[in-house]
């Protein structure tokens, strides 16, 4: 349930109506609008008796939200979210934000030559795993800590943003201290005990979509991540796992009006996880941005012959130049800017 306070409703009365829903056994989430306060109501296992609530001083509306998902639904918040990254950077306005880099730090050579060329290009958010969840137990798993290490080093020296995968609770808690965004992979996607302890933290969260996740279940996994508090959430659409097996996953354009549709969370295109070779990996960034993606992350590398990871789908820096100029002017085409 919504609760809309009238325009002219106090501070005092906000409270007082927040503390009515409380003393029902209920969760208050105020949200502060550009002209009015709403407060939405979770915790509720049936319907609610709106009458109680109508009465308190200052409502103006109480509106039943049908869908299953509250907080990261439309009819609880009108308004698209804006993420704030760092010191400038807005992940949902009309900008629409690229984040590139390595899929994995390997040293800090890697990191600063590729960042230096992304940063040219035109990226706003450097990517890189320190902790990689791979398939194989035999695989790279990343650097862990040195990379973290090796991230503030590429954060320091470029002034660029930067983006790690968070992939247990260990990592997490390390992440948080220096990553502007924390990735929260497409494995980890359905770990709710996890998506609970991210949902305490408060960091701009990039969580991406599962490999099979419909999209009520992925909406419902970013539920998990308001309902504890933190409202930062990105969504990315990477690809889904289908009989398609011309490309590493297939990437679901529809899915991306749907999410502006139901939900008022930003959402990025990930073209490289879905493409998994490097040639696909531009078409599908053009065709993300002209569906309404607000962002792309894309994997880029200076060797990708050499990469400990994800090197077929890794864009050379020449490509992913090429790439932020063709996406700029889908960006015009539909008024928006990179
Ligand atoms: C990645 O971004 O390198 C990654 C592992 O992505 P995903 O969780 O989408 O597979
Ligand atoms: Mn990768």
Known sequence: MLIVMNRQASEAQIEAACEVVRNLGLTPHTMPGASRTAIGITGNTGPI?????????????????????????REMQPDRTVVEVGKNIEIGGNKVVVIAGPCSLESPEQAMAIAHRVQAAGAVLFRGGAYKPRTSPYSFQGLGQEGLEILKTVRE??????????????????????????????????????????????????????????????????????????????????????????????????????IHSRSHLPVLA??????????????????????GADGLIVEVHNRPEEALSDGAQSLYPDQFEGLVGQVSRVAAAIGRTV
């Open 49 to 73: 008796d709106s009458a109680v609530i109508e009465e308190i001083e200052g409502v103006q509306d109480v509106i039943r939200v049908t869908k299953p998902y509250k907080l990261v639904s």
């Open 157 to 258: 020296e470029t002034g660029l943003a930067v983006c790690t995968e968070a992939v247990d609770e260990e990592s997490l808690e390390r992440i948080a201290e220096v990553s502007d965004i924390i990735q929260i992979g497409a494995r980890n996607m359905y770990n709710y005990s996890f998506l609970k302890k991210v949902g305490r933290v408060n960091r701009p969260v990039l969580l991406k979509r599962g490999l099979s996740a419909t999209l009520e279940e992925y909406l419902m996994a970013a539920e998990y991540v308001l309902s504890e508090g933190n409202r930062q959430v990105i969504l990315c659409e990477r690809g889904i796992r289908t009989f398609s097996d011309h490309s590493r996953n297939t990437f679901d354009i529809g899915v991306l009006p749907a």
């Open 270 to 291: 990930d073209p490289s996880h879905a493409a998994g070779h490097r040639e696909g990996v531009l078409p599908l960034a053009l065709a993300a941005v002209a569906a």
